[in-house]
């Protein structure tokens, strides 16, 4: 396992990522941080950390620069700004497809709370590179204009005790054209601090890319 530390470019954004590689990965999960998080969020890192000892690389990158993140702590505008945050991540998600360590392996998205949202627009701008989705505690809705676009596999995880999430993953079932499917952790709050909830999460993550990443998507399947 190898770990290092990368920039990606958007525009004049410059975007840290930890790039995390293993030997013959068989895809690699880029995390989308959700509202006020970083890829310093240790839930995300947990769950990394899980991906990696499963045979997957990560990229767990900010989305927002450090100058617009001082700025975003004032204002909590830019972490609801969904078309920048996507904008950033299918950055990344190109950056992943050219850069050696990662060129040629299907791209798995794991975003949390708002990151959901902007892993839900990507997959939907990059069919060809997106392999599986997976949202944690994720605000789905936000991303309701795209569901109908997303061609890859989504799985949403809620913890059984957030009711609105609960509900928006529910609703966002019903208008995703495509294999999904709402996981709940029993008895779980939004950021799953209860006890094995994390666990469960990252088990159930492994499961979905385990599955999905590296499936044939040229004819359709899944």
Do not use: Y
Request: charged share 20%; hydrophobic share 45%; no cysteine.
């Amino acid at each position: 396992m190898n770990v290092q530390t990368v920039t990606v470019a958007d525009g004049d954004a410059e975007l840290t990522g930890d790039l995390t590689t293993v030997p013959d990965a068989a895809g690699v999960v880029l995390f989308a941080h959700g509202s006020g998080s970083s890829r310093h969020s240790p839930r995300n890192r947990e769950v990394a950390d899980a991906l990696n000892k499963a045979g997957l690389a990560t990229l767990l990158i900010d989305l927002l620069t450090a100058d617009e993140d001082r700025i975003d702590q004032a204002t909590r505008q830019l972490r609801f700004d969904i078309g920048l945050l996507t904008r950033r991540l299918t950055a990344a998600a190109d950056w992943l497809a050219q850069d050696p360590r990662t060129a040629g392996l299907d791209v798995g998205l794991f975003g949390a709370s708002t990151g959901a949202a902007a892993a839900l627009a990507t997959a939907a701008d990059r069919p060809r590179q997106v392999g599986a989705v997976v949202s944690r505690g994720g605000r789905v809705d936000l991303a309701e204009d795209r569901l109908a676009e997303v061609s890859a596999p989504v799985l949403m995880i809620a913890g059984s005790a957030d009711e609105p999430i609960v509900r928006v993953s529910f609703a966002a079932s019903e208008n995703l054209h495509v294999l999904n499917e709402v996981h709940l952790v029993p008895d779980a709050t939004h950021l799953f601090e209860e006890p094995g909830a994390l666990e469960q999460v990252a088990g159930a993550a492994m499961a979905w890319f385990g599955d999905h990443l590296g499936a044939d998507r040229s004819s359709g399947q899944r």
